[in-house]
Nanobody
Framework: QVQLVESGGGSVQAGGSLTLSCVYSGFTTSTNCMAWFRQVPGKVRETLARISTPSGRADYHAAADDRCTISQDSAKNTIYLRIHSLKPEDTAVYYC???????????????????WGRGTQVTVSA
């Protein structure tokens, strides 16, 4: 079965940085699009960044606020999200998602991502 497991969340002070990890397994295709999203309860879910595997091509959405870096370690079946200069408004549940058999392309649609992790909580204090 496909599985995506996020980790690396926690409580940090504003101005710090954090690296989130998403380990995936059970994929039957080598070419995939993976993405990081975040959501605050009661608010719309935001796309942060996408990365194509195994090429590593990445793109960013406005919500990344020029403070995020997405990367991968294909040998470890892991993608990462590095968030710099954390702000209290970064407090959210961060999700990893995947769609299979294609590179990332076009507009990001949540409905195109059939597999999601359960999320990891990031809490940023002032």
């Amino acid at each position: 079965q496909v599985q995506l497991v996020e980790s690396g969340g926690g409580s940090v002070q504003a101005g710090g940085s954090l690296t989130l990890s998403c380990v995936y397994s059970g994929f039957t295709t080598s070419t995939n699009c993976m993405a990081w999203f975040r959501q605050v309860p009661g608010k719309v879910r935001e796309t942060l960044a996408r990365i194509s595997t195994p090429s590593g091509r990445a793109d960013y959405h406005a919500a990344a606020d020029d403070r995020c870096t997405i990367s991968q370690d294909s040998a470890k079946n892991t993608i990462y999200l590095r968030i710099h200069s954390l702000k209290p408004e970064d407090t959210a549940v961060y999700y990893c998602a995947a769609k299979f058999g294609v590179d990332c392309w076009g507009k990001t649609l949540e409905s195109d991502f059939p597999s999601w992790g359960r999320g990891t909580q990031v809490t940023v204090s002032a």
